[in-house]
Nanobody, 119 residues
Framework: QVRLLESGGGLVQTGGSLRLSCKAS????????TGWYRQPADKERELVAR???????EYADSAKGRFTIARNNARDTWYLQMNDLEPEDTAVYYC?????????????WGQGTQVTVTS
């Protein structure tokens, strides 16, 4: 079992910055992919950024040039640095981890952290 705990959300004005953190605990072997998703009100959950166990990084078009994902493997933590925030970035942000354990893939999600960007 894997547990993910996010922190760092909040209220910020347009153009501001926030840094989200996701601390993983539990059976943390064979991770495949870790990253961040978000879900604006009344919309589907969408990918923001993710990083593979091999270090490959993928960003949503909306995040390119403004957001940076990073991992600290020694601390079992990954981060999302968000700069130049816009009201359209307002959403609940979820950290995600995909693991291959006991012969199958499993997805784990954090509880979500609210990010609100005011104009």
């Amino acid at each position: 079992q894997v547990r993910l705990l996010e922190s760092g959300g909040g209220l910020v004005q347009t153009g501001g910055s926030l840094r989200l953190s996701c601390k993983a605990s539990g059976k943390l072997f064979n991770d495949v992919m870790t990253g961040w998703y978000r879900q604006p009100a009344d919309k589907e959950r969408e990918l923001v950024a993710r990083i593979s166990s091999g270090g490959g990084i993928e960003y949503a078009d909306s995040a390119k040039g403004r957001f940076t994902i990073a991992r600290n493997n020694a601390r079992d933590t990954w981060y999302l640095q968000m700069n130049d925030l816009e009201p359209e970035d307002t959403a609940v942000y979820y950290c995600h981890g995909a693991y291959f354990q006991y012969g199958r893939y499993s997805d784990y999600w954090g509880q979500g952290t609210q990010v609100t960007v005011t104009s």
